[in-house]
């Protein structure tokens, strides 16, 4: 009971110092400017949300392009802090085919040993990991009886370390073998019988990174396929343009990632200075362009588009 109450209060503690949910990112005060603590915040974000795919996915390039969409609160001082916006990061995830866990971490109770000797808190790496992915950790008091109970020169097999956990009331925990600084780890549950995962790296970010991953990887389950988008009811005007102004509608545009990365494609022509996506209906969009010489014309199908009428173009399969 006593080591169920110190659990408690060791999650009451971590509350007071976590984000608020897992759309909110902190980093610590350094000698960065903005672009760059939005980038840091953003990598952290998607690798939270969704594991490496979602930092290596075209929506980085997206949030970061249209930042004003994306973030609901950005605060400087005292280190950097940003809030996301849970509904319009969860639609782009969605457009992107990515699976996204947005529910509450598990805590974790670590038991970490390095030969004989014990380690009984967080050290910078561990508090640094906690904060980035959102992970409370907890850790034992490795009193007379845990240290006579568990076994450390086979602490990765998990034998003891049901028993020794229960009686925190964990549910999750880590075994961790530390030799050489290289981290041996395995995760644990209450409700199976054998390891969940396990892997031998350098960091405790990198532990926590596959543990994050694992978890996104088994609880996401598979999702439900999306629907297309269909012709409108109503075809879309291009309407009229003003002097150095180009306005084009875009049919074929099947899902929200279609407009978002033909948007992002649009503005990277030679002749293109800004991209304004008007309005959208069905498979269509309305696009205006900002061009640098008012006279010319940009060669469209760079972005994936053919033409199919008077500023009316179509998105190629080749361009999804």
Do not use: C
């Amino acid at each position: 009971m006593l080591k169920q109450l110190l659990l408690s209060l060791m999650l009451l503690g971590f509350a007071g110092v976590s984000a608020a949910s897992v759309f909110e990112v902190q980093l610590d005060a350094a000698p960065y400017s903005r672009a760059q603590a939005r980038q840091q915040a953003v990598d952290l974000l998607l690798v939270r949300l969704a594991g490496e795919p979602g930092k290596a996915s075209w929506v980085r390039d997206e949030i970061l392009e249209n930042w004003s969409r994306y973030q609901q609160q950005e605060r400087t001082q005292g280190g950097y802090r940003v809030q996301f916006d849970q509904a319009e990061l969860l639609a782009l995830l969605d457009s992107a085919g990515l699976n996204a866990w947005t529910g509450q971490r598990p805590a974790l109770l670590v038991w970490q040993v390095d030969g004989e000797r014990v380690q009984d808190g967080a050290d910078a790496g561990w508090r640094k990991a906690s904060g980035d992915y959102d992970i409370p950790l907890l850790w034992p008091l490795w009193d007379l009886q845990e240290h006579m109970q568990v076994n450390k020169g086979a602490l990765l097999k998990g034998e003891q370390l049901v028993e020794a956990s229960g009686r925190y009331g964990a549910d999750t925990w880590l075994a961790v073998q530390q030799q050489h600084n290289r981290l041996s780890w395995r995760l644990f549950d209450k409700h199976s019988e054998r390891f969940l995962t396990q892997g031998d790296v350098d960091t405790p970010a990198e532990v926590l990174a596959a543990v994050n991953a694992y978890w996104i990887a088994h609880r996401t389950g598979q999702q439900a396929p999306r629907a297309g988008n269909t012709a409108p009811a109503e075809a879309l005007t291009a309407g009229a343009d003003a002097p150095g102004e180009l306005t084009i509608i875009v049919s074929g545009l099947t899902q929200f990632s279609d407009m978002v990365r033909l948007e992002q494609r649009l503005g990277k022509l030679d002749g293109i200075t800004d991209v304004q996506l008007l309005e959208s209906a069905g498979d269509q969009a309305r696009f205006r362009l900002q061009l640098s010489t008012p006279v010319a014309t940009p060669a469209l199908s760079g972005a994936g588009l053919s033409a199919s009428g008077e500023r009316r173009y179509r998105l190629a399969e080749a361009g999804r």
